[in-house]
């Protein structure tokens, strides 16, 4: 009995699910008929009234409309009653999307939202564009305040004013906080995710550096051209990051000099510092090629500052008086002609370099005369090559005995000279 019951449930169950199909379908068809036939009668009441010449009074008719008695023109009873059947309409659309969305809300509901507000945009503009194209018929445009979301034109096309100046600022702060605000977001989702936290936040922070700058630029540049427009430029400083261009251009004033200066020296004291920076990641393999390298830059950048300072000295007319430039050497005040000075700086030069060559020649002779004593008292037969090598010795020992002799001659000319009494000038 039971496997019986177990058999006729389904059964039973396919049967009640047909018999509920075939009844929509059938109260379709009926509602379908109905619809037709009253159709049908409409359209011949509505003939029947035309033809015995009543039309459009025809109110018994049933479903009968009326014509409009002002075809092509909206009257305000008209344009209020579309107002109230857009807003019925609206409101069912409304209906309708809250409906769809809250079958896909826990998958779709970012979708489903952003629908709604597309649809919501739709409407009201519709509704906008209505109540303007309404206010521009009547001719009390662009006085539309009473038309939702209604923006009055521009009364000043072409020009900027104060107030729109400044609220163009303030729109740009809000959208420039807005994008700092995305960066760090993504800024935050990158360090979470990609790499090392150092690498990552670098650059993070040098984009958001480059931004501002270009948002900063933006600005700047506004400033500066609502400056031009009111006939203020150059006086701008109350724009930022404003500069002033050259009062003088083409000349270079003593304040742009020392100015100009100073850069250079802060810009040589940073190229130093990167050079130390860069000398010491290779100072354990490399550090006789840094140290050089070194030098050399600070030899270019002292010859860069001394080259200008002598050229300003030229173009002032102080030169030569230039002994406040780093190096400077003054030139020869009499050229051509050597002074007593000069003179006795020389002849102290040769006695150091006499001295020096004496020192040499003495030692060369000392080492000669060892060799004749060996050569002396060796008994061995001397070749054709050792007479040679003898003569060339006996050379050299005369050769230094005279260098030794002009030595002497000249510093018994220097002690002369130093006893002649220098003319007074």
Not at 13 to 37: H, P
Not at 142 to 156: E, H, I, K, M, R
Not at 263 to 273: A, D, F, M, P
Request: glycine share 8%; with cysteine; net charge negative.
């Amino acid at each position: 009995m039971r496997s019986l019951l177990v058999f006729l449930l389904p059964l039973a169950a396919a049967l009640l699910s047909r018999n509920t199909e075939q009844e929509k379908s059938c109260v379709k068809e009926d509602t379908a008929m109905r619809s037709q036939f009253q159709n049908k009668l409409a359209g011949i009441c509505e003939d029947m009234c035309k033809e015995v010449g009543a039309f459009p009074n025809c109110a018994q008719c049933p479903g009968f409309v009326a014509p409009d008695s002002t075809p092509g023109v909206m009257t305000w009873d008209e344009l209020l009653e579309h107002m109230d059947n857009l807003v019925e309409w609206g409101q069912g659309e409304i209906k309708g999307w809250h409906s769809q969305a809250a079958k896909f809300i826990q998958t779709e509901s970012k979708s489903c939202v952003a629908n709604d507000m597309t649809h919501r945009l739709a409407v009201q503009n519709k509704l906008a564009g209505i109540c303007e194209d309404m206010c521009k018929e009547v001719g009390a445009f662009p006085n539309c305040a009473q038309c939702p979301g209604f923006v009055a034109p521009d009364s000043t096309p072409g020009v900027m004013t104060w107030d729109e100046l400044l609220e163009h600022m303030d729109n740009l702060v809000e959208w420039g906080q807005g994008q700092i605000k995305g960066w760090h977001s993504q800024a935050a989702k990158l360090i979470q995710t990609s790499g090392s936290v150092a690498s990552t936040e670098t650059a993070c922070v040098s984009m958001d550096l480059k931004s501002r700058v270009a948002f900063q630029n933006k600005l700047a540049g506004i400033c500066e051209d609502m400056c031009k427009e009111v006939g203020a430029f150059p006086n701008c400083a109350q724009c930022p990051g404003f500069v002033a261009p050259d009062s003088t251009p083409g000349v270079m004033t003593w304040d742009e000099l020392l100015e100009h200066m100073d850069n250079l020296v802060e810009w040589g004291q940073g190229e130093i510092k990167g050079w130390r920076s860069q000398a010491a990641k290779f100072i354990q393999t490399r550090e006789g090629s840094c140290l050089s390298n070194d030098l050399k830059h600070r030899a270019s950048v002292q010859n860069r500052l001394a080259g200008i300072c002598e050229d300003m000295c030229k173009e002032v007319g102080a030169f030569p008086n230039c002994a406040q430039c780093p190096g400077f050497v003054a030139p020869d005040s009499t050229p051509g002609v050597m002074t007593w000075d000069e003179l006795l700086e020389h002849m102290d030069n040769l006695v150091e370099w006499g001295q020096g060559r004496s020192r040499a020649g003495i030692h060369r002779q000392q080492s000669s005369f060892r060799l004749k004593t060996r050569l002396k008292h060796a008994p061995v037969k001397i070749s054709s090559t050792g007479r040679s090598s003898r003569t060339s010795l006996r050379e050299s020992v005369r050769t230094c005995a005279r260098r030794l002799e002009l030595t002497q001659i000249a510093l018994n000319a220097l002690a002369l000279l130093r006893q002649i009494p220098r003319p007074v000038s």
